[in-house]
């Protein structure tokens, strides 16, 4: 056994010796290979009488009429214009080439190179598997602090335009909070909270609510079915806000729930105009359950001082949030940027400042800006209105199209209220990639951008809805290839069907110039060599 074991290594060695000799020789054999073809393409010209059927293959070719050739070129102009098709679809989808992803994933080991990792990667940090990656902890999908109520607000958009604002993946990662939130830590379940978690679980909505009454059926103090109504069933915030205060009335000591159920009740009071009172559940919350902070409930409070218009408080917040140790979000930096550009964007002029340079505190409000576009880019384009935005998801992903769809949904009116404040983002957004070092390998202020936000995103978002990439990819070469291919082939059948004559001698001049290189070389192989040695050659 141990020398089984000890020749283990020895021809595991070997075996990785005798691929990169075959990877590196495999370049030098092919150069080799097609040097063979071409000499016994001369060696054997003579005794298969390869001159005699180039020469009947030319008469037969100059017999043909124009129409074959441009049914051939339409053909080929047909094939390869439904390739591009194809193509663009499938990279407009999953961002990547049919055709190179093909490539990379069974060809390339053929050819001796090592698989990429870096799609499994993509998947795996979306599925939630084991990652390779060792930054995919950054591709981590939150839950959305501010996402809004199933009954009364996601289902009021299905109802009027008919499309799902919300993912299957991000309904399914709900239930599984749900589940772990609301039953996870309890030793022995209820026959109730059995119901729930297969109601949690059900992909019918109405499945889900006929389970909830189930569960009611069984236990009328039976709190996580009143929250499944008052975020499912309740077609109003005020029917919602009712069916939350009554789960209230008999959660009990579930920490989990009374959490859960008091921050919705304060973001009803928020979406009723009822903001101070929304301020000061947000605030008691915090001070009754501090270690909670990974629930964000501050990015809650921070939504609701910017609408009551209390700077001071909302400087106070992000003194102790925005901290170097602890997780930023767009929220942190985009309402710190705010805060900036609010103390110098109603004066602000980019003329002005072009000609006497930036003030201190102009400086400071740039810099932010440049810190929050760094740690988030997509964000912008939602605040300037240069793309439309959708429902957010009830998952987000940090620096994705996902949290800036969520934070420009709920503070692109905080922007617009600030004099100016989008006239200064508009004039200084795009320095932000000046600064940040390309290609992405380091970041600047934060860590690199992950490369795997755009599958997680396309995850979460619906497909109506564009994701933003960033960076920008470049088409693939495939895309272009078939694209040139489609329009060189139309062009050729469009000109050999309205100028055949001409067509046919252009056609004989480019394939006597393609052939020229090697009748020349034919020749000088004849005149190096003694034709005895061809002559034995050819015998042979």
Not at 59 to 79: H, M, R
Not at 490 to 516: C, D, N, R, Y
Request: proline share 5%; aromatic share 12%.
């Amino acid at each position: 056994m141990e020398d089984t074991a000890g020749s283990n290594p020895q021809s595991l060695g070997f075996t990785e010796k005798l691929k990169s000799w075959l990877s590196w020789s495999w370049t030098y054999v092919c150069f080799i290979w097609f040097g063979m073809v071409l000499i016994m393409i001369y060696v054997l010209w003579s005794p298969l009488k390869l001159q005699e059927s180039l020469t009947s293959a030319s008469v037969f070719l100059n017999t043909l009429t124009p129409k074959f050739y441009v049914a051939l070129t339409g053909t080929s102009s047909l094939i390869s214009g439904l390739i591009l098709i194809f193509e663009w679809w499938y990279f407009r989808k999953y961002g990547t080439s049919f055709i190179e992803q093909v490539s990379v994933s069974h060809l390339r080991p053929l050819l001796g190179g090592v698989e990429s990792s870096s799609a499994t990667g993509l998947f795996a940090s979306v599925n939630g598997e084991a990652e390779p990656r060792p930054s995919v902890s950054e591709c981590k999908v939150w839950r959305n602090p501010l996402n809004l109520f199933r009954g009364a607000e996601y289902n009021r958009y299905t109802w009027v335009t008919g499309k799902e604002p919300l993912t299957y993946y991000d309904m399914n990662l709900s239930a599984q909070d749900h589940q772990t939130f609301f039953t996870g830590d309890t030793p022995q379940l209820k026959p109730e909270d059995t119901v729930m978690q297969k109601a949690w679980r059900e992909r019918n909505p109405q499945a889900r609510i006929r389970a909830a009454y189930q569960a009611i059926e069984m236990n009328q103090e039976c709190a996580a079915a009143y929250v499944l109504l008052a975020e499912e069933e309740a077609t109003t915030i005020t029917e919602a806000e009712r069916l939350f205060k009554k789960a209230l009335s008999i959660a009990g000591k579930d920490i989990n729930l009374l959490v859960y159920i008091k921050r919705r009740l304060a973001m009803c009071a928020r979406k009723l105009g009822r903001i101070k009172e929304a301020v000061k559940m947000m605030r008691d919350l915090m001070k009754e359950f501090p270690l909670l902070g990974m629930l964000n409930i501050h990015e809650n409070l921070l939504e609701a001082l910017l609408e009551l218009q209390a700077y001071a408080d909302v400087q106070a917040v992000l003194a102790k949030y925005d901290d170097i140790s602890l997780p930023k979000s767009a929220t942190i930096c985009y309402t710190s940027a705010l805060l900036k550009a609010r103390a110098v964007s109603d004066k602000f002029s980019p003329e002005a400042a072009s000609r006497r340079g930036l003030s201190t505190a102009e400086m400071n409000a740039v810099e932010a800006i440049h810190r929050a576009v760094e740690f988030n880019p997509h964000v912008p384009k939602y605040l300037l209105e240069m793309k439309s935005l959708i429902l957010p998801p009830e998952h987000i992903l940090k620096r994705g199209d996902s949290e800036a769809v969520a934070y420009a949904f709920f503070h692109l009116q905080h922007w617009k209220r600030a004099e100016g404040a989008l006239n200064l983002l508009h004039c200084t957004w795009e320095g932000t990639f000046r600064i940040i070092p390309y290609p992405l390998e380091k970041g600047h202020l934060f860590y690199p951008y992950p490369g795997c936000t755009e599958t997680a995103d396309r995850e979460l978002l619906p497909s109506f809805h564009e994701v933003s990439v960033y960076p920008k990819k470049e088409l693939p070469f495939f895309i272009l290839f078939t694209a040139g291919l489609c329009s060189f082939t139309a062009m050729l059948a469009m000109l050999t069907h309205q100028f055949p004559e001409l067509m046919g001698v252009f056609a004989k001049a480019f394939f006597s110039t393609l052939f020229a290189p090697l009748g020349f070389f034919a020749d000088k192989m004849e005149s190096f060599m003694p034709s005895s040695f061809w002559h034995q050659l050819t015998r042979i």
